[in-house]
């Protein structure tokens, strides 16, 4: 598995109570070494201030939990990395990843691939899917790169219909490389690295409770806006009391938060009364985000606004 020193220390300093992405992003640079780390974090922390040997001790516990990781991820990279990937839009510090690990093509998710994220409803109906089929077709004759969150339903229609098709796609995990969830999408996920494609998480370990795995997926939203220069929603739920479907929801916010443009697939005469496309109906009424044409898809990415 390959990391630099760089992404190991700013796991490192994320082990510390208070120390979170936004503190990575204010106040990280390149080089630091233990020493400067280290005040860095006294200047911060308000709990018992720490050592360089209390700082090692803690690399040398991550390096033997990641060390878990070997045969699941080609690598780890951090903020400031050569490798580390640029994010679209506007977001905020504490929104920006830190550290990432990934099996397949960390390049990816560069700024000389146009990414556009599909996502949509768990369980889509047979006309939904065939028409979500036939929108990704259309986007990988441009050469786009599919992002989406490997989920049930739409996105692996998503993922599924780029492989057939030999385009690129990448999958973003609420889980560690180790346990991809869900589980009946672990052959799915590896015929996305066969292929060239990318899967890629902020997570090394499991999480520590339900509640702590729910943040997880919401966090895996924020991704799938952030790393896309466009987002199509296919269909979704805008409430749903069984709680199914809100990452689409959180998603496509997430996308307005950032400026990422927001598209939706819509048809009024055959969609007006089907609840599956509310939530593409509130975000018409809204008035950002746009129906998705087919002639325009070419054109979905002419500006690109990308973050750092």
Known sequence: ?????????????????????SWIVTNWRHNLSDEQIVTLLNNSLKDKKISISDFDVERIGVLNRISLQEQ?????????DEDFP????????GDRPVVLFYKGDIKLLDTN????AVIGVLKPEESVEQR??????????????????????????????????QGKTVAILPSPLSNIVPSQHKELAERIVLSGGLLITEYFEEPKSQMEMRGRYQERDRLQAMFSDAIILSASYDVNTDGNDSGSRLAMEYAKQYQIPRYIMYNETIDGKNSQFDLNRRLLREGDSQILKQGMISTLLQQKNVLF
């Open 72 to 80: 699941c991820a080609d690598g780890i990279v951090g903020f400031l």
């Open 113 to 116: 691939h146009s990414n556009v």
């Open 1 to 21: 598995m390959k990391y630099t020193q760089n992404s190991i220390n700013i796991l490192t300093a994320l082990q510390f109570k208070g120390i979170g992405r």
């Open 86 to 93: 640029y994010c679209r839009g506007n977001a905020k510090k």
């Open 132 to 165: 979500e089929r036939k929108m990704v077709s259309a986007l990988l004759k441009y050469n786009y790169v599919i992002v989406s969150g490997l989920a049930l339903g739409c996105d692996s229609i998503a993922h599924r219909q780029t492989l057939e098709e």
